[in-house]
């Protein structure tokens, strides 16, 4: 797939400072992959074609990818690092998405609504139809593969909504669930929605997570807390193009007239620093 001369460019010098300086990690977010080259209808979804590209791409500019948790230890990590994350826990991300990152050498994290594993999503969204989920057992062979397996809430709830009980009952028993039937440790979570309140960062904190992800943008360690990780989206939309300014600018917004804003003011912030 084509990217045009100056996305190119920008690529180039995407991912090269250290996470020291606040420009960290790009943690990129994924929910559905839908099979064939067509361009699936919820914005949420991603081909497989288009999927597909983007794993190429990463791997020809010598890009590491890794889990997560593996932002727990940020400063020991290569330049050109990306954090791979899928939501929810759909099943067509186990052979159109898992598989591709397998045979590739790569690694990601999926966040899993607890209650739904081996069965069918049971939250309801205007946009997203109801959909098949992964079973423990697939979970189970993504892991042992090491890939890594979060929490996502049990039921995909908005915790901002809930009260101090119920927002414990959700993170708790996401974790618990997971571990119980995966026999492994969960580490991570991630915010249904990205929406989150102090209560539900706290009760996350208390779980014993390390590691949350948010649906604000910015690089790794725009955010000192490591509660809130900050993610890009990746669209159905996306060009090839998006794709590369998106790991260069580490936001899900990368139209030509944002980039030329953020450009702009880059200029008049140092004209007038000097």
Not at 158 to 169: T, V
Request: glycine fraction near 6%.
């Amino acid at each position: 797939m084509w990217i045009d001369p100056l996305s190119k460019r920008l690529l180039k010098n995407a991912g090269l400072i250290p996470a020291t300086q606040g420009r960290g990690p790009v943690v990129l977010m994924y929910h559905s992959i839908t099979p064939g080259k067509g361009r699936p209808v919820p914005k949420w979804s991603v081909s497989e074609r288009n999927f597909m590209a983007q794993l190429d791409l990463l791997k020809s500019k010598s890009w590491t990818t890794i889990c997560v948790s593996d932002l727990l230890r940020s400063d020991s990590l290569p330049p050109r690092t990306v954090a791979i994350t899928f939501d929810d826990g759909f099943a067509d991300n186990f052979e159109h998405a898992f598989c591709h990152l397998r045979d590739r050498g790569m690694t990601a994290t999926w966040f899993v609504v607890s209650r739904d594993v081996g069965g069918v999503s049971g939250w309801t969204d205007a946009d997203v139809p109801v959909r098949s989920m992964l079973s423990a057992g697939q979970l189970h062979e993504m892991a042992m593969a090491g890939m890594e397996i979060g929490a996502h809430t049990r039921t995909h709830a908005r915790l901002p909504e809930l009260s101090r009980a119920e927002i414990e009952e959700e993170v708790i028993g996401s974790k618990k669930e997971l571990e119980d039937a995966l026999n492994l440790s969960i580490k991570s979570f991630a915010y249904p929605y990205g929406l989150f309140n102090e209560e539900s960062v706290e009760a996350v904190r208390e779980a014993g997570f390390q590691i949350a992800c948010t649906t604000r943008t910015g690089w790794f360690g725009s955010d000192p807390d490591i509660l809130r990780v900050r993610r890009v989206a990746v669209f159905s939309h996306d060009s090839l193009s998006a794709f590369a300014r998106k790991l260069a600018f580490a936001t899900s917004d990368v139209s030509w007239q944002t980039i030329a804003r953020y450009t702009a003011g880059r200029i008049k912030s140092r004209f007038f620093e000097k």
